[in-house]
């Protein structure tokens, strides 16, 4: 016999020949599988470091789903687990949304106004539109209680920052779960508040006082204790203001038929009952519409899905293909010693059984345990975002993924298992190894069903899209395609694989030494070499198809993306409608010395848009030309006959600036700015518009908000003459831009829009006197964002005014962490596929490297053969699975960029190379380094069987 090979054991060899004795019936097919088993498990424990490394290559992408699982189901609170952050320990959450009759949903999220078969709207004996806790109490019963929220500036010593305050009474039971009292006590008064974690990981003190500013008004309020709040707010206050949203608190349960009736008053009713019992709600046919959208992602999820399921099958090819040597050796001896076909089979499928179920089993515990500690180190290092729901383990989904890695082991042991029941004794026992031809016909029938699966993804994945802004098609048509689809793309691909390896091996004479060797004996050994090919493909591919669909849909929100300034300008304006602080030109001069600032101006009154309470008298400015009596202009929106071309209480302004500065923000002409500097008003020439002189009345007001003012009185009436401009509408244009299909296109920003403009010099002629709206901001190469964050903080800090600055500074591309996890899992799957399948071709190689080294080889030389062999496979899978991928993302595309541009049928396809080649190309020769430095400089002798 020969000095070098596999050696095993006499006692297996003993104990095995009479357990394999051949018996009939179904006992005997158990009893074959229980010894078969038996024999498994003792080789799994005789091999361990072979077992952990089976383990490793199935169990790891496991692993990777199951935490990711976890870590996001987990951290998606639904309305279930959410009811006590919603509703707290009451029965429901109440929430007017205006004085019409809705229909909702189930989880009273979602609601809506169907415009037939509504029912009738009901309305409270109050204010219809501001119903007050007595009026919902005269409906529902129990006690009513308010929930209020609020974002003030908390004001600290160099800046201002806007905190979410919740405003519940933590004394009352009925809100235990809405927050939770850390230290110290609840708030007894309006003058006090408790700062959430989140608060105090923003820098708000936690102790003392704070000054808050909102609405023009500054208080101070003392911090009298800490609380935790599972959806982020700052501050915890009680209830102030006027509430919107009630939670109410009585022995019996709102049930679906009542949450119908509230409806019809207008409020939107998140039911504890329903939630937990949604039956009824869900098969009621009144509310389907709500559910019936789709969000275009489920055919994406698809191909996702089974890309994934790819992977975990293939990537148990390597783990049993690289086994032969030792399985042929063993099984020899078996056969040997009488071992029939069946038995020898089922030798090696046990083996693929209990290591697939061990590394399934293995790889979902640890990964939903690394999910769930994913989920508290983000709770931990993220304050500020909302606190996960509960741990959310998906039992079914974990049997289908062990049942698909235990297919996926039997599978990938199958082929290995009926080449192994067809041994040749003699040939097996002596040490030699035939090499398997390749069949003439399989490249071709790969080519075709490759070919198939290329055209018939996109077709399918175009076809789920829907037609004219209809829902996803998820048909089982559809679906089946794109499963069939990528399947054939794949296993197509994979068919030609021997014989692209064994022309491989043909052209190694041109290759160096240690490379020519390494290929060779690729080409030689290709069972092995097509399972490790096979796992690369499929990793790759679903990284490529992944990263192709990322970028793609990341390009098409970009171009989708519409700008509201020009790009690097900024603009500052006021909330609620109110007046720009005159003192904020003098903090962006200090910040921005160079900038060209250009005020905007608004005619009238800032208190007639600004908001205030009911009753308030206000002072307002409205202009018409026709349609309207003077009281009607002044009162606001309530008689659909009038129609100002301005009134601030209507929200269409009058702009005011210079003539230059309105023509260069408007793109106006030369003949709209030569009526500008003659006095006149310049209107949009649009179908309706007039060209007669307008007229303009100021007058007082009190705010009502049933909508028009009351007790509109003219105190001032002047008539102004009118240009018109060619331009339909006055809003600032942008500079054009080209879209990916080559067309330019002519946007508009949103922030700056006017009714009718005006030169200041008019303005100042007109009653009523005008207020600074907004202060547009040209500085030469943009906002540095420090200088933004300064005025940010001087606009509100303790002299500040509570303006706002916007910074245009367009589409932000996807995070740079989405791509560092993606090439982070998929290269560490490539790297582990590769690495793991050479080290256990390198187990089964020792024959050969014990030749090498009787030969006089070096050790360097065999640890380059060893790193030009996993190079090799790696790389050579790889590009086929780049392949692959692109033509799987191209076809995913077209739903991901349909979606994102709105429903175009314009497709947007980026393959981001970058980072696609470092992992198929850096991470192979990584592990053909690796597996170089790795490889044993001495060869271990083996003895010779006796």
């Known amino acids: 016999m020969g000095t070098s090979g596999e050696s095993t054991s006499a006692p297996a060899l003993r104990s095995s020949a009479p357990a394999l004795r051949r018996s009939g019936g179904i006992g005997g097919y158990v009893g074959g599988w229980r010894v078969s088993l038996r024999l498994a498990a003792r080789d799994i424990r005789k091999h361990r470091g072979r077992a952990v490394l089976v383990v490793l290559l199935i169990g790891l992408p496991l692993l990777f789903i199951a935490a990711g699982g976890t870590f996001a189901f987990t951290n998606v609170v639904s309305p279930r687990e959410g009811i006590p952050r919603t509703m707290g320990a009451s029965q429901a959450r109440l929430t007017v949304q205006g004085s019409d009759a809705i229909v909702q949903d189930w989880s009273g999220v979602a609601f809506g106004m169907m415009d037939g078969n509504m029912p009738k709207t009901?309305?409270?004996?109050?204010?219809?539109?501001?119903?007050?806790?007595?009026?919902?109490?005269?409906?529902?019963?129990?006690?009513?209680?308010?929930?209020?929220?609020?974002?003030?500036?908390?004001?600290?010593?160099?800046?201002?920052?806007?905190?979410?305050?919740?405003?519940?009474?933590?004394?009352?039971?009925?809100?235990?779960?809405?927050?939770?009292?850390?230290?110290?006590?609840?708030?007894?008064?309006?003058?006090?508040?408790?700062v959430s974690r989140a608060g105090a990981a923003d820098g708000i003190p936690t102790h003392g006082t704070l000054t808050l500013h909102s609405g023009g008004m500054t208080r101070t309020v003392t911090v009298v204790g800490r609380a935790d709040t599972p959806n982020a707010q700052s501050l915890v206050a009680l209830p102030s203001g006027r509430a919107t949203s009630w939670v109410l608190d009585r022995k019996s349960p709102v049930r679906w038929p009542e949450v119908k009736e509230l409806n019809r008053y207008g409020l939107l009713v998140a039911s504890r009952s329903v939630i937990e019992h949604p039956g009824q709600a869900q098969a009621d046919p009144g509310n389907q519409f709500l559910g019936a959208g789709d969000s275009g992602n489920t055919s994406l999820l698809i191909l996702l899905g089974t890309g994934l399921v790819l992977v975990i099958a293939l990537l148990a090819g390597p783990a049993f293909a690289a086994s032969g040597a030792r399985h042929r050796r063993a099984l020899g001896q078996l056969a040997s010693n009488g071992a029939s076909k069946a038995q020898l089979r089922r030798y090696v499928l046990a083996q693929a059984l209990l290591l697939g179920a061990l590394s399934a089993i293995i790889g979902l515990v640890l990964g939903a345990a690394?999910?769930?500690?994913?989920?508290?180190?983000?709770?931990?290092?993220?304050?500020?975002?909302?606190?996960?729901?509960?741990?959310?383990?998906?039992?079914?989904?974990?049997?289908?993924?062990?049942?698909?890695?235990?297919?996926?082991?039997?599978?990938?042991?199958f082929v290995p298992a009926v080449a192994a029941s067809r041994v040749n004794l003699i040939a097996v026992l002596r040490g030699h190894v035939s090499v398997a031809k390749v069949r003439a016909g399989w490249p071709i029938a790969g080519l075709v069903i490759a070919a198939v699966g290329a055209v018939l993804l996109p077709i399918?994945?175009?076809?789920?899209?829907?037609?004219?802004?209809?829902?996803?098609?998820?048909?089982?048509?559809?679906?089946?395609?794109?499963?069939?689809?990528?399947?054939?793309?794949?296993?197509?691909?994979?068919?030609?694989?021997?014989?692209?390896?064994?022309?491989?091996?043909?052209?190694?004479?041109?290759?160096?030494?240690?490379?020519?060797?390494?290929?060779?004996?690729?080409?030689?050994?290709?069972g092995r070499a097509v399972a490790t090919t096979g796992a690369i493909l499929a990793t790759v591919a679903v990284l490529t198809t992944t990263a192709i669909t990322l970028a793609s849909n990341n390009r098409a929100m970009q171009e989708a993306y519409q700008p509201s300034l020009p790009m690097g300008q900024a603009l500052v304006t006021a909330t609620d409608g109110a007046a720009v602080d005159p003192d904020a030109i003098r903090v962006i001069r200090d910040q921005l010395p160079r900038a060209a600032l250009t005020e905007l101006r608004s005619v009238g009154s800032p208190s007639a848009s600004g908001g205030g309470n009911d009753g308030d008298l206000v002072q307002v400015t409205a202009g018409y030309q026709s349609g309207c009596s003077d009281?009607?202009?002044?009162?606001?929106?309530?008689?659909?006959?009038?129609?100002?071309?301005?009134?601030?209480?209507?929200?269409?302004?009058?702009?005011?600036?210079?003539?230059?500065?309105?023509?260069?923000?408007?793109?106006?002409?030369?003949?709209?700015?030569?009526?500008?500097?003659?006095?006149?008003?310049?209107?949009?020439?649009?179908?309706?518009?007039?060209?007669?002189?307008?007229?303009?009345?100021?007058?007082?007001?009190?705010?009502?908000?049933?909508?028009?003012?009351?007790?509109?009185?003219?105190?001032?009436?002047?008539?102004?003459?009118?240009?018109?401009?060619?331009?339909?509408?006055?809003t600032m244009q942008l500079p054009q831009r080209t879209t990916n299909d080559g067309q330019s296109v002519t946007t508009y920003g949103s922030l700056i829009t006017a009714s009718a403009l005006i030169s200041t010099d008019a303005a100042a002629k007109l009653p009523g006197g005008s207020y600074l709206a907004g202060v547009l901001i040209r500085n030469p190469g943009g906002v540095p964002r420090s200088a933004a964050q300064t005025i940010s903080d001087r606009l509100n800090g303790p002299a500040g005014s509570g303006d706002i600055l916007y910074v245009e500074r367009g589409y932000q591309d996807v995070d740079n962490w989405i791509w560092l996890v993606i090439g982070i899992v998929f290269g560490l799957l490539v790297l582990v596929a590769t690495l793991t399948s050479t080290a256990l071709s390198n187990a089964e190689s020792r024959a050969d490297s014990a030749t090498f080294a009787s030969l006089g080889a070096p050790s360097r030389l065999r640890r380059l053969i060893a790193g030009s062999n996993a190079a090799a496979v790696g790389l050579f899978g790889a590009l086929l699975g780049l392949v692959v991928g692109c033509v799987a993302g191209y076809a995913a595309s077209h739903p991901a960029t349909r979606s994102a541009l709105g429903g175009h049928h314009h497709t947007i396809t980026v393959i981001p190379w970058a980072m696609l080649l470092a992992v198929a190309i850096g991470i192979p020769l990584l592990a053909g380094a690796l597996a170089a430095l790795a490889t044993r400089g001495r060869v271990p002798m083996t003895r010779r069987l006796t």
């Open 370 to 413: 690394c999910g769930w500690l994913a989920v508290q180190a983000y709770a931990h290092w993220s304050p500020t975002s909302a606190a996960p729901g509960p741990l959310d383990l998906r039992f079914g989904w974990g049997l289908i993924l062990l049942a698909v890695a235990v297919f996926a082991s039997l599978t990938a042991a």
């Open 631 to 730: 009281t009607q202009a002044l009162a606001g929106p309530g008689d659909s006959s009038c129609s100002p071309v301005f009134a601030p209480s209507w929200g269409n302004l009058l702009v005011a600036a210079t003539p230059a500065q309105l023509a260069r923000v408007f793109a106006l002409s030369a003949n709209d700015v030569a009526a500008l500097r003659a006095g006149r008003v310049l209107l949009p020439g649009g179908p309706a518009a007039q060209k007669r002189a307008m007229t303009v009345v100021t007058g007082t007001g009190r705010l009502s908000s049933t909508g028009p003012l009351q007790d509109a009185r003219v105190t001032a009436k002047v008539s102004v003459p009118v240009a018109l401009s060619p331009q339909p509408f006055f």
């Open 122 to 194: 009901l309305h409270f004996r109050g204010d219809p539109k501001s119903p007050t806790a007595r009026d919902i109490q005269g409906v529902t019963g129990g006690t009513v209680l308010p929930v209020t929220w609020s974002q003030p500036y908390v004001v600290l010593a160099h800046r201002s920052m806007l905190a979410s305050t919740l405003g519940i009474d933590g004394r009352r039971h009925a809100y235990d779960g809405m927050a939770r009292l850390t230290a110290g006590r609840w708030p007894r008064t309006a003058d006090e508040v408790l």
């Open 460 to 526: 399918a994945l175009v076809a789920s899209e829907g037609r004219d802004g209809d829902a996803a098609d998820t048909s089982p048509l559809v679906v089946g395609g794109i499963i069939l689809g990528s399947v054939s793309l794949f296993v197509g691909t994979l068919m030609t694989a021997p014989w692209l390896l064994a022309r491989l091996g043909s052209l190694a004479g041109h290759f160096p030494l240690p490379l020519r060797i390494a290929v060779r004996d690729i080409g030689r050994q290709r």
